[in-house]
T-cell receptor, first 112, second 115 residues
Framework: GQQLNQSPQSMFIQEGEDVSMNCTSS?????WLWYKQDPGEGPVLLIALYKAGELTSNGRLTAQFGITRKDSFLNISASIPSDVGIYFCAGLRWRSQGNLIFGKGTKLSVKP | DAGVIQSPRHEVTEMGQEVTLRCKPI?????LFWYRQTMMRGLELLIYFNNNVPIDDSGMPEDRFSAKMPNASFSTLKIQPSEPRDSAVYFCASGGRTRGDYGYTFGSGTRLTVV
């Protein structure tokens, strides 16, 4: 079946450091999304990517849609304590379908 | 905009009982999704609707699960009879994909515990 391999599973970093995480698949995806989930809440959309090679920023967050359409990357610059949470990548193979496939998440811990 | 509203936030029930989870999507969104989240399996799509019509229910675990969307502003997910392995957080999400927006908005979830 379709799977998204997200890495790393967890990260422990110092406040102020930059963070990188990625998502890969053996299948091509036409849409990549990045979500963040806080404890006790649902995932919240951070960035949406719709074209191969696209690079999109949202404040300190930058995400890229891989040129092969089989991967995506999320970078967080100058991390702060409120960046703590679980980050999920998600992909849509075909925009005609509704089945958004999620990675298993990257748990980010930030030490002040 | 109040976002996607789910109720209840927490539900504890005994094995064999019927459980009904409720969802009010964002007004104007034409897609509605039910997801289940567990530590072992992550976020799994159970079923989704487009314009109140079920499109794909291949993720529904078994016949004990059923979902309905009687109108554009309300959906239910029912488990009957419930089993301990159904314990999970159930999320409802909605999306306005026909407007070109493929990022779904999630509710806060219902944490279900079956004892």
């Amino acid at each position: 079946g379709q799977q998204l391999n997200q890495s790393p599973q967890s990260m422990f970093i110092q406040e102020g450091e930059d963070v990188s995480m990625n998502c890969t698949s053996s299948s091509i995806f036409n849409t990549w999304l990045w979500y963040k989930q806080d404890p006790g809440e649902g995932p919240v959309l951070l960035i949406a990517l719709y074209k191969a090679g696209e690079l999109t920023s949202n404040g300190r967050l930058t995400a890229q849609f891989g040129i092969t359409r089989k991967d995506s990357f999320l970078n967080i610059s100058a991390s702060i304590p409120s960046d703590v949470g679980i980050y999920f990548c998600a992909g849509l193979r075909w925009r005609s379908q509704g089945n958004l496939i999620f990675g298993k998440g990257t748990k980010l811990s930030v030490k002040p | 905009d109040a976002g996607v509203i789910q109720s209840p936030r927490h539900e504890v029930t005994e094995m064999g009982q019927e459980v009904t989870l409720r969802c009010k999507p964002i007004s104007g969104h034409d897609y509605l999704f039910w997801y289940r989240q567990t530590m072992m399996r992550g976020l799994e799509l159970l079923i989704y609707f487009n314009n109140n019509v079920p499109i794909d229910d291949s993720g529904m675990p078994e016949d004990r699960f059923s979902a309905k969307m009687p109108n554009a502003s309300f959906s239910t997910l029912k488990i009957q009879p419930s089993e301990p392995r159904d314990s999970a957080v159930y999320f409802c999400a909605s999306g306005g994909r026909t407007r070109g927006d493929y990022g779904y908005t999630f509710g806060s979830g219902t944490r279900l515990t079956v004892v």
